[in-house]
């Protein structure tokens, strides 16, 4: 049986993730509060399986406006940190 609520420590576990890197993508906004976990009132933080579930397949999915790549392409543009890509000439 599933439980939709789980702790950082379960959650870490299933990703295959320490408790630490649950902990620092919470403090940098990267996992929600409010949308992703939550925190009753006495008790630690909880996270919303589904809602971690979403996140993953949102985060596998190309950005809007991001090219895709083709079947025939051997390589694609490398993202860089200020937004260019590397070897696309722009």
């Known amino acids: ?3 939709e609520y789980l702790t ?7 990703l295959g993730l320490d408790v630490k890197t649950v902990q620092n993508k919470m403090s940098q906004g990267v ?4 949308v992703h976990w939550f ?9 919303k399986w589904s809602a971690i579930i979403a996140w993953l397949e949102e985060r596998e999915s190309p950005a809007e406006g991001e090219p895709t790549a083709q079947a025939g ?10 937004g260019y890509r590397l070897g696309s000439g722009r």
């Open 1 to 3: 049986m599933t439980n």
């Open 39 to 47: 925190r009753p009132r006495g008790m630690y933080p909880r996270f």
């Open 8 to 14: 950082v420590q379960q959650v870490a576990d299933r």
């Open 73 to 82: 392409d051997l390589i694609s543009a490398i993202p860089m940190s200020r």
């Open 31 to 34: 996992l929600v509060r409010g």
